[in-house]
């Protein structure tokens, strides 16, 4: 199984400052047909279920604002918030999709400091 | 807009079993490959099952395969999620999502979830 590590467990950053979450892969999620990463990113708000933010580890999901990138570098990936807002708050996961049994991480907790 | 509503989520005993229900509109429901992800109290997600389009292909956790069966009618546009052999592990929130993307995928779109409950 491949397993999705993401640090840090919890973040407080202050509204209009930039927040980074990472996620780490113990294996490859690059497909080499279309050197795409199969990997996305989830935002949950307490009572609700999570909503897609990136697909492919930086493609943003439609109606998501341009705050919220994805990024990535081997087995390394990024979601960064340029600037957050207060809506921002919520627990992130990240989601391998290369192969089954389908994995996320952990989970980030997002709050404002 | 794709709408997808759970339904059967109940309070069962160790050892029972429950069937989920899972209504999707909004979309051409026989196109897709649909899945059920859970989520146990205060905890993350936990990916259970995918189903194909047409039912000929389903993958499962090692924690629930020969325990859940997953199913769809696409006449009737629903999804379903017998579960059998229940403990208290598999208490959750149980969530239908539709499946999009290559591989195993990932989900574009969430039910709201319903609840079951393990507990003697």
């Known amino acids: 199984d491949i397993v999705m590590t993401q640090s840090p467990d919890s973040l407080a950053v202050s509204l209009g400052e930039r927040a980074t979450i990472n996620c780490k892969s113990s294996?490859?999620?690059?497909?080499?047909?279309?050197?795409?990463?199969?990997l996305a990113w989830y935002q949950q708000k307490p009572g609700l279920p999570p909503k897609l933010l990136i697909y492919?580890?930086?493609t943003r999901e439609s109606g998501v604002p341009d705050r919220f990138s994805g990024s990535e570098s081997g087995t390394d990936f990024t979601l960064t918030i340029s600037s957050l807002q207060a809506e921002d708050v919520a627990v992130y996961y990240c989601?391998?999709?290369?192969?089954?049994?389908?994995?996320f991480g952990q989970g980030t907790r997002l709050e404002i400091k | 807009e794709v709408q997808l509503v759970e339904s059967g989520g109940n309070l069962v005993q160790p050892g029972g079993s429950l069937r989920l229900s899972c209504a999707g509109s909004?979309?051409?429901?026989?196109?897709?490959?649909m899945s059920w992800v859970r989520q146990a109290p205060g905890k993350g997600l936990e990916w259970v099952a995918n189903?194909?389009?047409?039912?000929?292909?389903?993958y499962y956790v090692d924690s629930v395969r020969g325990r859940f069966i997953i199913s769809r009618d696409n006449v009737k546009k629903s999804l379903y999620l017998q579960m059998n052999s229940l403990g208290a592990e598999d208490t959750a929130v149980y969530y239908c999502?539709?499946?999009?993307?290559?591989?195993?995928?990932?989900?574009?779109?969430w039910g709201q979830g319903t609840l079951v409950t393990v507990s003697s």
């Open positions: 989601q391998q999709y290369y192969s089954y049994p389908i994995t």
């Open positions: 294996q490859s999620v690059l497909y080499s047909s279309n050197n795409k990463n199969y």
């Open positions: 999502a539709r499946r999009s993307g290559g591989n195993s995928g990932y989900f574009a779109s």
């Open positions: 189903i194909k389009h047409d039912g000929s292909e389903k």
């Open positions: 492919w580890a930086s």
């Open positions: 909004g979309f051409v429901f026989g196109s897709h490959w």
